[in-house]
């Protein structure tokens, strides 16, 4: 498996799993503020998998200004992501850091 990169504002850290990838992006990024709604939840995959369970697709759209592309690269990253990732070890590990 290729490593994954860190995509928020630049940053491009890599890791090895796409665990290590969602502790680095809620333990080293500034928190995410939902335009929607105002929810503050870590940003990247929280962020994405918060707007895509909780708004619609129209709400994401006019929040953020984003068109179709946009929308369907984030709902390929979180459809990648929880099909690898063992989110119960991430919550356990982000847990234990609390």
């Not at 498996?1 to 992006?25: A, K, N, Y």
């Not at 909780?54 to 929880?82: C, G, M, N, P, W």
Request: net charge negative; proline share 2%; glycine share 6%.
């Amino acid at each position: 498996m290729s490593p994954w990169r860190c995509g928020i504002d630049g940053c491009g850290t890599q890791t090895e799993t796409v665990e290590e990838l969602i502790h680095h992006q809620t333990t080293q990024h500034t928190k995410h503020e939902c335009q929607v709604c105002g929810t503050i939840v870590p940003d990247g995959y929280f962020a994405i998998r918060h707007a895509f369970e909780e708004h619609t697709r129209a709400e994401f759209v006019r929040a953020y200004d984003a068109d179709s592309e946009a929308v369907r690269r984030r709902e390929e990253l979180k459809t990648q992501i929880e099909a690898e990732a063992d989110l119960e070890a991430v919550v356990a590990d982000l847990d234990a850091v609390n």
